[in-house]
């Protein structure tokens, strides 16, 4: 059983996922890390975790794809997208399914408190 809710970051450059990592464990959460959209969803783990934390353009399966496939499956978890290239028409795109934030990299610290402080419980704090 964990004592912190989990975030999967999904990403193809390993030095984001493992800043983006750091940054998400320094906010007490678990975080679980994935190369790419296909490994995230072969793992299965969608419905487990409290958060999604992933870029928008990787190679084979983009974030906004996934995250189709998991909304199409009756996943709705939280999801958070990064992106270098957040243009105007991939901002909409990814708020129109619901994203939680849609952040430009390199990505601020704070903004990814800010986006994750919105998924915690009333009264958690302190715990």
């Known amino acids: 059983m964990h004592n912190h809710p989990i975030a999967s970051v999904i990403d193809d450059d390993e030095s984001v996922r493992t800043a983006m990592s750091s940054l998400v464990r320094s906010l007490d959460w678990d975080v679980q890390l994935y190369a790419s959209a296909e490994a995230f969803l072969a793992s299965g783990v969608a419905p487990e975790v409290a958060c999604i934390i992933s870029d928008v353009q990787m190679p084979g399966m983009s974030g906004l794809d996934m995250y189709r496939h998991l909304l199409d499956k009756g996943v709705t978890q939280p999801i958070i997208f990064i992106s270098a290239f957040a243009s105007d028409a991939v901002r909409r795109q990814a708020l129109d399914l619901g994203a939680l934030c849609v952040l430009t990299k390199p990505v601020d ?19």
Do not use: T, Y
């Not at 800010?114 to 302190?126: D, F, K, T, V, Y």
């Open 109 to 127: 610290g704070a903004e990814v408190s800010r986006c994750l402080a919105q998924l915690e419980p009333a009264g958690s704090q302190g715990e």
